[in-house]
């Protein structure tokens, strides 16, 4: 699962993808104050906040008493992160296909080309892979991606639950490339992503989220304490339906 050569692989995997790029937009209401222009499809949005990474990261820093990094593990950058790279067991859960693109706020929001996201997030049981018992043995919803021309890095993983204390969301970490995407002491930024009241309610009222909404219902954005301060720039935009599948765009803004 170690492959050391893994440098010199994503030096050619970020040469080959950065001419690949996937057209988005994104929706969200108003700046992190709540008084400007938000991350939608037209507008600049201002930078997003740095989060914590929490404690299941598997990035190679110190987290529930671990120091686990999947970044160095062959396989990790891919689009589709609903396999474990180990095992070969898929996670259960509605499909989403996940679009990210990368701004520079400091630059008119100009695409960052060549940047690279490690995304993850926990299950449809509320678990998260290599951390909770039962899945300590699995590493899927979790992978890298290099941003194409556009600045967009795109992942196909399946809708997160919702656990005890937390507001849906997906965490997710920046690196300037490719190549230094190997462990978090490179990371420029940390944040996560807020999922949408309404699309969450739709999607734990089928049955196959068992405990989501539940967990749903005892929290708010208000209370959360990620979002509790301001979620307008990491509220992604998210269409779609139980039968086909989801979609979540947001625009992410760096200043850099």
Partial sequence: MLGRPILDRRRVLAMGL?????????????????????????????????ETAGPYPADGSVASGQSLNVLTRSGIVRRDLRTSLGTGHTAAGFPLTLNLKLVNTGAGCAALAGYAVYLWHCTADGNYSLYSAGTVGEDYLRGVQVAGTDGTVTFQTVFPGCYAGRWPHIHFEIYPSLAVATSASSKIQTSQLALPEATCREVYATGDYPASLGNLNGISLARDNVFSDGYSTQMAAVTGNPSAGYTANLTVGLAR
Wanted: aromatic share 0%; charged share 10%.
């Fill in 18 to 50: 950065l001419g690949i790029g996937v057209l988005v937009g994104c929706g969200a209401a108003a700046d992190r104050s709540g008084t400007g222009a938000g991350s939608g499809t037209k507008d600049c949005p201002t930078a997003i906040p740095q």
